[in-house]
C-alpha cells in the first residue's frame, strides 16, 4: 500500500485549512516567499479566515503552473487552492527538492489544468519588505515601529473612533518629527511596518493643507451659496472658490459622506470625521460637486480632440491646470465674443451643441 508523501500531507492541510498541522510539519529550515516559516503561516492563517467568512468549509486543489512569460518563475508548477462555496481562490506554487518542499509563494499569473468556472475574488500572501527573514532588525528599528504603530493606533480604532478637525491638527503636529525620521510617504512595492502610519499621517495632513488657510473661505462660501440662484450668479460662485475646490483631494469631492451627524471618506471602518469644521467642508465641496462639471461641459472653449492635442503637448501640466478651470473658459469666451466670435455649448457634445451663444456676462 502506497505511502502519503510529505507534499501530499501539506496539500491536504492546505484543502483543510488546518493551520495546526501546517505549523506542525512545515519545516522550519526553509523561508517561504523570502519569510520565515512563522511569518509566512500567519499570512496563511489570516486568508483561511476570509475562506471562512466567505462560507468555505475547504478547498478544492486544482494543479497548474506559473503562465507569466516574463517571469523567471514560468513554468513552475504549483496548485490553485478555490473555496468550496465562495469560489474564492489562491495560486501557490510548490517550489521541490525531492519529497522536500523548499519554498511556497503566491502566483499572479497561474494557469490550472482545468479552468474553473465562475471564480470568485483572489487572495494573495503579501510579505512586506521587513517581514523578510533577511531584513536587518536592530533594537533602533522596533523602537521605530512600536512607535509607529502607538501613533496609528492612536487614530485608528474598533469601533471607528470620530475625530474633530482640532485633534487631527493635534495628532499632525505630535507625530510631525516621526513622520520626518521615518522617511515620510512614498510609494513602495514592499511597505515596511510603519508604512500605514506613514500612509494615515499623508492622507490626513492633505485634509489639514486644504483646509486650515481655506477654513474661512470655506464657511465665507457656504453662507454666499444658494441652490437657486440664476445660472450668472451660480457661474460667479464656482468662479471665485474654484481655487479652493481644486485643491481638494478625492476624497474631498467625490468620497466625503455624511453619516447622521457624522462625516466620512471610503475608509469608514477606520475612523470618522466630527464636528463643525467637517460640516463646512461637507458642505462646500458637496455644492461644488453639484454644478461645477456640468457647468464646465457646457461652457468648456475647447472640443474633445482640441482636449486630446492639449493632453499631448510637452507642457500639458503646466496648462491642465488652467484649463481645468470654469474661470479660464468664461473670460476667454467673452473676448471671443467681443471679437464678435460665437462658439456653441457643450464643445465636447456635439449632440447637445447650439448654433450661437448668449452668455450672461
Known amino acids: 500500500m502506497p505511502t502519503t508523501s510529505y507534499l501530499q500531507s501539506i496539500l491536504c492541510f492546505f484543502c483543510n485549512m488546518d493551520i495546526d498541522l501546517l505549523r506542525y510539519y512545515l519545516k ?8 520565515t516559516k512563522e511569518v509566512f503561516l500567519d499570512k496563511i492563517e489570516r486568508i483561511f479566515e476570509v475562506f471562512r467568512k466567505a462560507g468555505d468549509k475547504e478547498l478544492w486543489m486544482y494543479e497548474g503552473v506559473c503562465a507569466g512569460a516574463d517571469c523567471p518563475n514560468c513554468g ?25 518542499i523548499t519554498d511556497i509563494y503566491s502566483c499572479s499569473q497561474f494557469k490550472s489544468d482545468i479552468e474553473v468556472p465562475d471564480l470568485g475574488e483572489k487572495s494573495s500572501i503579501d510579505i512586506d519588505r521587513d517581514e523578510t527573514a533577511n531584513f536587518p532588525k536592530p533594537a ?24 474633530s478637525f482640532e485633534e487631527i491638527e493635534s495628532w499632525l503636529g505630535r507625530y ?41 473661505k470655506i464657511s465665507q462660501a457656504n453662507r454666499e451659496y444658494n441652490e437657486n440662484w440664476t445660472e450668472q450668479k451660480l457661474i460667479d460662485w464656482v468662479v471665485a472658490y474654484e481655487e479652493i475646490y481644486h485643491i481638494g483631494t478625492l476624497e474631498m469631492k467625490y468620497f466625503l459622506v455624511k453619516d447622521g451627524e ?27 460637486c453639484k454644478h461645477y462639471y456640468e457647468l464646465l461641459a457646457k461652457y468648456t472653449i475647447y472640443t474633445g480632440d482640441e482636449e486630446d492635442q492639449i493632453a499631448k ?30 462658439l456653441p455649448f457643450y464643445l465636447r457634445n456635439e449632440d447637445k451643441q447650439t448654433d450661437s451663444i448668449d452668455v450672461p456676462f
Open 176 to 216: 510631525a518629527g516621526l513622520y520626518e525620521r521615518l522617511g515620510g510617504f512614498r510609494l513602495l512595492l514592499r511597505p515596511l511596518k510603519w508604512s500605514p502610519f506613514l500612509f494615515l499621517y499623508y492622507k490626513l495632513n492633505e485634509i489639514a493643507e486644504v483646509v486650515s488657510p481655506n477654513l474661512d
Open 76 to 100: 513552475k508548477k504549483g496548485y490553485r487552492l478555490v473555496g468550496n462555496h465562495s469560489k474564492n481562490y489562491l495560486n501557490l506554487i510548490f517550489e521541490l527538492n525531492g519529497d522536500e
Open 262 to 288: 457624522d462625516y466620512a471618506f471610503s475608509e469608514f471602518d477606520k475612523y470618522l470625521f466630527a464636528g463643525e469644521v467637517f460640516s463646512e467642508v461637507y458642505s462646500f465641496f458637496k455644492a461644488m
Open 313 to 342: 503637448e510637452d507642457d500639458w501640466k503646466e496648462k491642465i491646470h488652467e484649463y481645468d478651470l470654469l474661470g479660464f473658459h468664461m473670460k476667454k469666451r467673452k473676448e471671443l465674443e467681443e471679437l464678435g466670435i460665437h
Open 140 to 163: 533602533s528599528y522596533w523602537i521605530r515601529v512600536n512607535a509607529a504603530q502607538g501613533a496609528y493606533n492612536e487614530i485608528v480604532t474598533q469601533p471607528p473612533r470620530k475625530l
Open 28 to 35: 522550519d529550515k526553509y523561508t517561504y516567499q523570502e519569510a
